[in-house]
């Protein structure tokens, strides 16, 4: 009996997993990658000799038997990774007002940290993180206890914005603040990103933090050898330019190089809208086409590559936030003389708890509209007026990080740019947004995106389906794969393998 072959759109992370998940039981699969390098987000890229990380600049939960350490183990990919943890007593640091504040790892050690800067609020901290607990628990998937969520907790949290329960649950204003301090980690946008997904990113980095040491290229590599040991192929330069159907299913997909590729499913990794535009079948209907395209995406960012001169700037084992204004809202609502209202400064970890940094980003929202009057054009050939903003750009957000980390400006060997210009070309997002799709409470289920379409055997994966982040796509990615394997199988093999 021939196996069933199942064409993934896009080798991103949620491509690969899905890819890992379905070789491993007994599916043909083949990856199909536009792209010279696998991996989206997971993509490094080296200048001169030095190497830098694009998008998975750090992970959470992966300490020994938590759920990121559980589902690498499951999906192989823990024998090929190294990592690197972040400061236990200060994995994250918020600059707000002058004031340094830090979060710590674990709910005892967190909440002690906070009552030290906010000592008349430890009962509310104590509530905050009952909150936290409650709300990340409640997601099957997120904890790995199958068929034991509480939908009723998660559709609350899932309806009111992230202000507005902090402005319930924490009287001192400054706290509130602070505690929204890693936004940037998720965009998040007042009065309209729903809480339960600052629960689960906080729940997500409060148990543990941690970098990939030499980068998170290497998850994507080990998901590629994963994939062929169980028989399958992952192809680059294979830019799929048509989804083909018939009248009641999909049979395949062309690529670029006029090449069709037969498939009893398909499962496309690639931001909805460009996952709809390869198909011009009567089965998807205008009204979920224009409701798809009318979804907002979250903020595009800039961002400033930095090679720094040897054995000159410490390492920094945390993420470092700062904000220009006093609060961490609103920094996607800058103009000219504004920006950047806040930024994101990490260091690179080229090796397991490093002494000196070698490289380092600087990231800072930035709309697409800054940016789109060289929409059309390649990278590396968009004109030296262009070359020109991003210098500028950089030289503001040097800058305003040094006014924080003095120093930094000195430390400099070479720095290296990019702008939603460059997400839009190198990972199809739409807007060149950050994280794709955007989760808004007044919308509800309408900025939802289905795993499942309306063309029977076309599934869709990644960072716009269920979350984004590591955790965020590989439970999108179980979602996905349950469609074809059920949930109860995955959460046995995922058991199994843990044993």
């Not at 204003?173 to 809480?195: H, I, M």
């Not at 600087?362 to 697409?368: G, H, P, T």
Request: charged content about 20%; some cysteine.
């Amino acid at each position: 009996m021939s196996k069933q072959q199942i064409v993934i759109i896009g080798s991103g992370l949620g491509g690969l997993c899905c890819g890992v998940m379905l070789a491993k039981n007994g599916y043909e699969v083949t990856v199909l990658e536009q792209a010279t390098q696998v991996g989206g987000c997971l993509q490094c890229f080296s200048r001169r000799g030095a190497r830098f990380e694009t998008g998975m600049h750090f992970i959470g939960s992966a300490s020994e038997g938590q759920t990121l350490d559980r589902l690498m183990d499951y999906l192989e990919i823990k024998k090929d990774i190294q990592l690197s943890p972040l400061d236990p007593s200060g994995y994250e640091v918020i600059n707000l007002d002058g004031q340094e504040f830090r979060f710590a790892n674990g709910r005892e050690a967190f909440i002690e940290q906070m009552a030290t800067y906010f000592p008349h609020q430890r009962e509310n901290l104590e509530r905050y993180f009952d909150l936290i607990e409650k709300v990340a628990g409640a997601s099957t998937l997120h904890s790995l206890k199958h068929a034991e969520s509480d939908a009723a907790i998660s559709t609350q949290y899932q309806l009111r914005s992230i202000n507005d329960v902090l402005e319930e649950v924490i009287s001192d204003p400054l706290l509130q603040k602070v505690l929204v301090g890693n936004l940037p980690l998720y965009a998040a946008e007042k009065d309209k990103t729903p809480f339960s997904t600052h629960a689960l990113i906080m729940d997500f980095y409060n148990q543990s933090a941690y970098r990939f040491v030499g980068g998170s290229d290497t998850v994507a590599k080990s998901m590629v050898a994963t994939i062929e040991k169980y028989g399958g192929r992952v192809l680059t330069r294979q830019k799929v330019t048509k989804i083909v159907c018939d009248e009641t299913h999909a049979t395949g997909v062309e690529t670029m190089k006029g090449e069709f590729f037969p498939a009893d499913y398909i499962i496309s990794d690639a931001h909805p809208m460009r996952t709809l535009e390869l198909t011009d079948s009567k089965l998807i209907r205008p009204a979920f086409r224009q409701r798809i395209n009318a979804i907002p995406q979250t903020v595009g960012v800039f961002a400033a590559y930095i090679e720094f001169k040897d054995d000159k700037m410490p390492y920094m084992p945390h993420n470092y936030y700062g904000y220009t204004d006093h609060t961490p809202w609103d920094s996607e609502l800058y103009d000219e003389a504004t920006w950047p209202k806040s930024y994101l400064y990490m260091h690179f970890c080229q090796e397991t708890n490093p002494q000196f940094a070698r490289t380092g980003v600087i990231l800072a929202y930035m709309q697409m509209k800054d940016v789109e009057k060289w929409l059309g054009t390649h990278v590396g050939r968009r004109g030296d007026d262009y070359e020109a903003f991003k210098q500028r750009k950089a030289e503001r957000l040097i800058d305003t990080v040094e006014k924080n980390k003095p120093g930094l400006r000195s430390s400099i060997k070479h720095y290296y740019t990019s702008t939603p210009l460059t997400y839009l070309d190198y990972t199809g997002t739409e807007g060149g947004s950050l994280y794709g799709i955007a989760k808004d409470i007044h919308l509800g289920v309408a900025c939802r995106v289905p795993h499942k379409t309306k063309i029977p055997n076309l599934f869709q994966t990644g960072q716009n389906i269920n979350s984004h982040g590591m955790l965020g796509v590989i439970v999108g990615s179980v979602i996905t794969c349950s469609e074809l394997l059920t949930a109860a199988r995955i959460y046995q093999q995922i058991i199994d393998t843990n044993q």
